[in-house]
C-alpha cells in the first residue's frame, strides 16, 4: 500500500505563487505515475498535470506554462510550483499516485489513480 501526504497548500493573491509537495511512503516502488487533481465544491475532480518516474510531464490547458510538477525521487516526493496564480485555481488540491499509466503517464481521469491524498487547499484572491 501507498500512502501520500500533501502540503504546501495556503492563501496567495492573484499573479502569486505557492509549491505543494507529496510525499510518497509505503510501497512506494510500486508507483509509476503521480498526479495533481483539484476539485471545488459540486464540481468533478479536475486533472492538473502528470509525471512518469522517468520525468515526462503532462499538464492541462488551463496550467500549462503557469504550472510545473517535478519530483525527486530520493525523497519519494512530488511537487507542483504554481506561478501567475489566478482566483479560478482556487480549490483542494489532491495528489495521487498509480501503478500502471504507460511510458508517457497520459493519466486524467480518477479513476486510473490507485492512491490518493488527502487534498491541500489552496485559495486565490
Known amino acids: 500500500h501507498v500512502q501520500l501526504v500533501e502540503s504546501g497548500g495556503g492563501s496567495a493573491q492573484t499573479g502569486g505563487s505557492l509549491r505543494l509537495s507529496c510525499a510518497a511512503s509505503?510501497?512506494?516502488?510500486?508507483?509509476?505515475?503521480m498526479g495533481w487533481f483539484r476539485q471545488i465544491p459540486g464540481k468533478e475532480r479536475e486533472w492538473v498535470a502528470s509525471i512518469h518516474r522517468d520525468g515526462f510531464a503532462n499538464y492541462a490547458d488551463s496550467v500549462k506554462g503557469r504550472f510545473t510538477i517535478s519530483k525527486d525521487s530520493a525523497k519519494n516526493t512530488l511537487y507542483l510550483q504554481m506561478n501567475s496564480l489566478k482566483p479560478d485555481d482556487t480549490a483542494m488540491y489532491y495528489c495521487?499516485?498509480?501503478?500502471?499509466?504507460?511510458?508517457?503517464?497520459?493519466?486524467?481521469?480518477?479513476?486510473?489513480?490507485?492512491?490518493w491524498g488527502q487534498g491541500t487547499q489552496v485559495t486565490v484572491s
Open positions: 495521487a499516485a498509480a501503478e500502471g499509466g504507460g511510458a508517457y503517464c497520459f493519466l486524467a481521469a480518477a479513476y486510473e489513480y490507485n492512491y
Open positions: 509505503g510501497a512506494a516502488s510500486r508507483i509509476e505515475c
